[in-house]
């Protein structure tokens, strides 16, 4: 699965960002698509998953009430809806996919967008 993540940029705090990813390649149907985030200097962290059937979701309580991830398996697309955006949100976001049992294992990664978030 080759994975492309776009939408990030530069905003200030209490704005809103919309991240995408394309996928192609094997069924994308067949996988749980999360987003994960690095911020300089620190580890990378699960942000939110949407399991393959696109009825269940999870968060990081960080960005839990926010963050809103959605799928659509007739484009091969997910998307990171960032509300309420914060200084400490700024991180390079990188779109996977995987599965989730419990927590993200993420078998193919994108390249990673940055957003960038002004206080």
């Known amino acids: 699965v080759q994975l492309q993540a776009s939408g990030g940029g530069l905003v200030q705090a209490g704005d809103s960002l919309r991240l995408s990813c394309a996928a192609s390649g094997r069924a994308f149907s067949n996988y749980d698509m999360g987003w994960f985030r690095q911020a300089p200097g620190k580890e ?3 942000v939110a998953a949407n399991i393959r059937s696109g009825y269940f979701t999870y968060y990081a309580d960080a960005v839990k009430g926010r963050f809103t991830i959605s799928r659509d398996n007739t484009k091969n697309t997910v998307h990171l809806q960032m509300n309420s955006l914060k200084p400490e949100d700024t ?10 049992v419990r927590s993200m294992r993420a078998d193919y990664w994108g390249q990673g967008t940055l957003v960038t978030v002004s206080s």
């Open 44 to 46: 990378r962290e699960f």
């Open 91 to 100: 991180a390079v976001y990188y779109c996977v996919a995987g599965i989730f």
